[in-house]
């Protein structure tokens, strides 16, 4: 069974900073990894996805990374800005089904 | 272009009652998947549906189900409502149900089970 852990659970960092959300997962037969974003009580947003066969992807300040060998992918989000806060999600699809298997998330706080 | 769309937004319903939510799919896309997500969790897989047919279910009771129409939008029905249903359902489209395609979500349904 699939399971997917990410570290920290929440995060607090100064405006400007550079920081990287850690994701980890026990099955490494993935087809992708996709991480999102989640504002309070709203939907996902999705921000990058890593197919199995790519090492990263990088969509303007954000980079993300993945290590289908070790079982893990980080979120690197360069000079943070307060409009970052938010949750982060890392999921992956894998299995019959192509369901999407998430963590738990990690809430950024970015302090003006 | 019309993202995900999700109705209602919220639903409040009594105990023991049925509740349908419906999902509207990104033009072109074919594949809709329903989640779950109760406070402070990540989602969690209920239902895929491609063209019209279940392509997998997740571990949740028989009260749930779904179904896709031939405009591709989608209806999750669950009956008998519990408490512990109370949660965030997430709908999510994507072109193709294959393995490396992007999942796009909706805003979700926030239903409060009373």
């Known amino acids: 069974k699939q399971e997917v852990t990410q570290i920290p659970a929440a995060l607090s960092v100064p405006e400007g900073e550079n920081l990287v959300l850690n994701c980890s997962f026990t099955?490494?037969?993935?087809?992708?990894l996709q991480w999102f974003r989640q504002d309070p009580g709203k939907g996902l947003t999705s921000l990058l996805l890593?197919?199995?066969?790519?090492r990263e992807q990088t969509s303007g300040r954000l980079n993300a990374s993945l290590d289908k060998s070790s079982g893990r992918s980080t979120l690197y989000i360069a000079a943070s800005q307060p409009g970052d806060s938010a949750t982060y999600l890392c999921a992956n699809s894998g299995g019959s089904n192509y369901k999407l298997t998430f963590g738990k998330g990690t809430l950024l706080t970015v302090n003006p | 272009d019309a993202g995900v769309t999700q109705s209602p937004t919220h639903l409040i319903k009594t105990r023991g009652q049925q509740v349908t939510l419906r999902c509207s799919p990104i033009s072109g896309h074919k594949s809709v998947s329903w989640y779950q997500q109760v406070l402070g969790q990540g989602p969690q897989f209920i239902f895929q549906?491609?063209?019209?047919?279940?392509?997998g279910r997740g571990n949740f009771p028989d009260r749930f189900s779904a179904r896709q129409f031939p405009n591709y939008s989608s209806e999750l029905n669950v009956n008998a409502l519990l408490l512990g249903d109370s949660a965030l359902y997430l709908c999510?489209?994507?072109?193709?149900?294959?393995?490396?395609?992007?999942?796009?979500f909706g805003q979700g349904t926030r239903l409060t089970v009373v």
């Open positions: 099955d490494s037969a993935i087809y992708n």
């Open positions: 999510a489209s994507s072109r193709k149900g294959q393995k490396n395609t992007e999942a796009f």
């Open positions: 890593i197919q199995s066969s790519q």
């Open positions: 549906y491609y063209e019209k047919e279940e392509r």
